[in-house]
């Protein structure tokens, strides 16, 4: 257990801040969830949706809750992914 003020004071801010990370990380989480699901709509819908999660990606990355390699790695995935709409529409 912490003994002095600083680190009491420490250690409960680090617990909100966890339980911040975690709330922002699984809203990142389920809007990509959201963004899979959309490839079986409407094209407009996927780009929506992208668009969604890449804005919850920067803010993420803004705030060094996530790595900004990390957004930039899942923002160049949702790309491909809108990328490859057209394609299976066009194959079927």
Known sequence: MPHTHTAKKRGRQNEKRRLRNRA???????????VLA????????LQAEIRAAIKRLDKAAAKRVIHPNMA????SQL???AQAKPQ???KA
């Not at 922002?24 to 959201?34: S, T």
């Not at 959309?38 to 819908?45: E, S, Y």
């Not at 930039?72 to 923002?75: I, L, V």
């Open 72 to 75: 930039a790695r899942k923002k």
């Open 88 to 90: 299976l529409a066009a």
């Open 24 to 34: 922002v990380k699984k809203a990142i989480r389920i809007q990509i969830k959201n």
């Open 38 to 45: 959309a490839r079986q709509g409407p094209a407009d819908k």
């Open 79 to 81: 790309a491909r992914l």
